[in-house]
């Protein structure tokens, strides 16, 4: 359509707040979605990235997580223990960890610790009300870091038509 110079008809700013009217009563007469935290907690997936849990069985102090991470927000001290053997032969010696804390002030949760350890000793725990009111109070022992350990839930099942990992299969 050619532009023939000629003002346009104008529609009447009536409609127009007609039509936001019924947007509104649209909405309003749907249901809120707001959850109300404090009372209703929320229902998190299985993989939520809260707070990382410890399971110091697994940790072998390998020190692998503490290297990579990139903000160096891990604390790990440890001693060597030397153990007769039963039979004879020669003494082992075992490294014992001493301390395992993280400073998550400084943590961006990234995840990479998570990720490198060999032993399944750190995992993503869905917790997240952990705040503070004094920043020193934010390293977390490994004490504290164990009792998240008990809220970190399983791993979601395979999907429809997914293939199980060789490993697991076998």
């Not at 001290?77 to 039963?86: N, T, Y």
């Not at 003494?91 to 995840?111: H, N, Q, V, W």
Request: charged share 25%; aromatic share 8%.
């Amino acid at each position: 359509m050619a532009d023939t110079g000629k003002p346009q008809k104008e529609q009447g700013l009536g409609l127009g707040l007609l039509r936001g009217l019924a947007v509104t009563l649209r909405t309003m007469t749907k249901p809120a979605v707001t959850v109300q935290y404090p009372h209703v907690k929320p229902d998190l997936p299985a993989r939520s990235r809260g707070v990382i849990a410890l399971k110091q069985e697994n940790c072998t102090v390998c020190y692998k997580c503490s290297r990579e991470c990139p903000d160096w927000c891990i604390y790990i001290d440890a001693h060597k223990e030397s153990h007769e053997p039963a039979s004879g032969g020669r003494a082992r010696s075992a490294k014992i960890l001493d301390r395992f804390a993280i400073d998550f002030s400084l943590c961006m949760y990234c995840g990479i610790c998570v990720e490198v350890c060999p032993f399944d000793a750190l995992f993503w725990s869905p917790e997240f009300e952990y705040a503070e009111t004094d920043i020193t109070k934010m390293t977390h022992e490994r004490e504290r870091l164990e009792e998240w350990t008990y809220t970190v839930k399983p791993p979601p099942g395979l999907e429809v038509g997914a293939e199980a990992p060789e490993e697991a299969a076998s």
